[in-house]
């Protein structure tokens, strides 16, 4: 499977969620580009915007879509990486706003091997 293929298959389904893709397309293929190359490396597809340890419980929190989404997005329009966003968010109509770290400090020491 490549990074179209998949954006193809997350797309529609997705979509009846309530949650988009980014309006980016160039970025978002480079995203699940990016997951698909952590499914070979760790065996799931871990978030590409954070270290994952490379074991499945730890990075539990992290296999995408993240458990932080949906209240990334509830708030602020868009999920920690930004490829998962609202309709709002990718019509310009809400701020675009950094979105802040919810894991715990914890988890990404671990995704650093500390």
């Given at each position: 499977?490549?990074?179209?293929?998949?954006?193809?298959?997350?797309?529609?389904?997705?979509?009846?969620?309530?949650?988009?893709?980014?309006?980016?397309?160039?970025?978002?293929?480079?995203l699940l580009?990016?997951?698909?190359?952590?499914?070979?490396?760790?065996?799931?597809?871990?978030?590409?915007?954070?270290?994952?340890?490379?074991?499945?419980?730890?990075?539990?929190?992290?296999?995408?879509?993240?458990?932080?989404?949906?209240?990334?997005?509830?708030?602020?329009?868009?999920?920690?990486?930004?490829?998962?966003?609202?309709?709002?968010?990718?019509?310009?109509?809400?701020?675009?706003?950094?979105?802040?770290?919810?894991?715990?400090?914890?988890?990404?020491?671990?995704?650093?091997?500390?």
């Amino acid at each position: 499977m490549n990074a179209e293929q998949l954006y193809e298959q997350l797309k529609k389904f997705q979509e009846s969620k309530g949650y988009f893709f980014n309006k980016d397309k160039k970025m978002v293929l480079a995203l699940l580009e990016s997951l698909l190359v952590n499914k070979k490396r760790y065996g799931h597809m871990a978030c590409p915007c954070r270290l994952a340890s490379g074991d499945y419980e730890q990075d539990r929190d992290i296999v995408c879509p993240c458990v932080y989404r949906e209240a990334d997005v509830k708030e602020y329009g868009t999920c920690f990486c930004g490829l998962y966003v609202s309709e709002d968010w990718n019509q310009e109509t809400i701020p675009h706003e950094v979105v802040p770290e919810r894991r715990n400090p914890a988890k990404v020491l671990a995704g650093l091997g500390m």
